[in-house]
């Protein structure tokens, strides 16, 4: 699926309907939750689920997926981030429930990939019950990756947060390999953060996907560009989201458009 990183950038590049766009090279059971529910024709049987790779104490990529649920909620869809009980990471989420928007964030006794995909299937099926759409973000930890086909099902759509740095590359294209060895149909995306320039952003997504495909056999899709810049520390400072705190800080505009983009791939994922 061809992805235009320039279409979460357009804020960030000069005024220029002839600017260079960034493509993907790439390119070429029922559950506990579900039993006796009624399904209305106008809704989704389960929302789509994501699984994001987040390791522990990586303050910058949980907050970021944190955001990214209440821009999803802002949008007006469902968005709930699932995240397993671990006393070490608790910090870096809210309290569990409804929060800004009704975003929210569910904890789950989960101690393996399989304890959090059920989990994880049972809510994307809550949830639809109420929703015309929405998500179902779920941090994994990345030690739970290999071995990883006994996740297979959270891991049909895996989003991966990278840096430009070459050591978080390589680490990233790891993440990608175990997701890939657990389960060959999985769509992997990927969201670029911290980059100093379009052009630095531009040419780490096109390394990893040139990898990716060389050696995985892997088509990675574009998820476009995060601005890590002084805003997004304030705000996991504060504590509040990007979009409330400082709605009009390129970090939040482009978080609302990595937002838009995932609800538009969950449109299509979503199980009726």
């Not at 569910?106 to 998500?135: F, K, P, Y």
């Not at 941090?139 to 759509?157: D, I």
């Not at 531009?202 to 990675?220: C, I, Q, S």
């Amino acid at each position: 699926m061809p992805r235009d990183l320039a279409d979460v950038l357009h804020y960030f590049l000069p005024t220029d309907p002839a600017a260079e766009r960034l493509r993907n090279p790439g390119e070429e059971g029922e559950t506990e939750a579900g039993r006796g529910r009624e399904h209305r024709a106008d809704r989704p049987a389960a929302l789509a689920i994501v699984a994001i790779p987040i390791g522990d104490r990586d303050v910058v990529r949980a907050a970021l997926a944190w955001n990214l649920a209440v821009e999803v909620a802002r949008l007006g869809a469902s968005a709930s981030l699932l995240v397993p009980a671990d006393s070490e990471m608790s910090p870096l989420w809210p309290e569990p429930g409804p929060g800004p928007v009704g975003a929210e964030v569910v904890v789950a006794a989960a101690g393996s990939l399989r304890d959090l995909s059920r989990t994880a299937l049972d809510l994307a099926v809550t949830r639809a019950a109420d929703a015309e759409e929405g998500v179902v973000l779920v941090r994994v930890p990345p030690t739970w990756l290999p071995g990883a086909s006994e996740g297979r099902a959270l891991l049909r759509w895996v989003l991966l947060f990278a840096s430009p740095e070459r050591g978080d590359l390589a680490h990233t294209y790891g993440l990608a390999k175990h997701v890939s060895d657990g389960s060959a149909n999985s769509r992997v995306g990927i969201t670029i953060h911290g980059a100093r320039r379009v052009g630095e952003a531009e040419h780490a997504f096109h390394h990893l996907a040139g990898v990716a495909r060389r050696h995985l056999n892997l088509g990675l899709v574009s998820y476009g560009l995060l601005v890590d810049d002084l805003h997004v520390y304030r705000a996991i400072v504060a504590r509040r989201p990007i979009g409330l705190e400082h709605p009009q800080s390129r970090a939040a505009r482009a978080l609302r458009d990595v937002a838009r983009l995932v609800l538009e791939d969950a449109r299509k994922d979503a199980v009726v």
